[in-house]
């Protein structure tokens, strides 16, 4: 008898990502790519790439879909649940930390905050109408100061006197991030103060009447970088765990949903 696999597909406007777990829910492969305004051939493109990942002793149990674009994902692959990205995220972030009572997730176009209590999510947050607390607004403002979004994280690490940027809209941000080049301040300290303004806006907003506890789990392509985990650890002056394989962990709750959902129904 095969043994089963199960797959979760997490479907963003900015990135598609994808997880294939185990029965005894290991993490065999994963795969994250740019949407690219292309959700249906990137979909397809991730079903190529990690159909050969499948063990030959195995066969597809179950699917899950998540993200914006998850009832388009769930019709184009046959998923067998269907769920929000609140839900997906935080099976996966109990999954992995049991204990965790906050997770912080920020992505290519929304940022949310989950708050976990006994493994039950109690409330939550989203942001999907202003770019200033997301993933498009680093990307953003990095190109403007001619830097890569992979070099953002390590200029930024460099700054010695963070120069304060508003944050709290794009428009503003950057009008005041030109001021403060004029004015002569360094590119790591105008790239951490945009780190710190982020977080600002993150916290003054998707995190608004939360109640913030650790353990805090940090979720999405963002906590790659480790500018915006410092600025976190400053701000709500404690540790910020980053899981291994974060950029993919809506993913990797909707593998789990559909396993749940196999052992559930068969």
Known sequence: ?????????????????????????????????????????????????????????????????????????????GADVIKNEITA??????????????????????????????????????????AAGTGSFLDHQALRLGISINEFASEAMKSKNPVRIAGRCTVFAESDMIHKQQMGHSTPDILYGLCQALVRNYINNVGLGKSIEKPIIFQGGVAFNQAIVRAFEEELTTEI??????????????????????NTTG
């Open 1 to 77: 008898m095969q043994k089963k696999v199960f797959l979760g597909i997490d479907v963003g406007s900015v990135t598609t990502k994808c997880a294939l777990m185990s029965e005894d829910m290991e993490l065999i492969a994963h795969r994250y790519i740019p949407t690219s305004g292309k959700p249906i051939i990137q979909i397809q493109k991730l079903m190529r790439e990690i159909s050969s990942e499948i063990p030959a002793d195995c066969e597809i149990g179950g699917a899950g879909t998540t993200g914006s674009a998850r009832y388009l994902a769930g019709e184009i692959i």
């Open 89 to 130: 995220h935080a099976v996966a972030a109990t999954h992995f930390y049991p204990d965790v009572r906050t997770i912080l997730e920020i992505g290519g176009q929304d940022s949310k905050i989950i708050i976990i209590r006994d493994a039950v999510v109690t409330d939550f947050g989203m942001n999907t109408v202003c």
């Open 241 to 262: 765990m980053v899981p291994e394989h974060h950029e993919v962990m809506g993913a990797i709750g909707a593998a789990i949903i559909a396993w749940e959902n196999y």
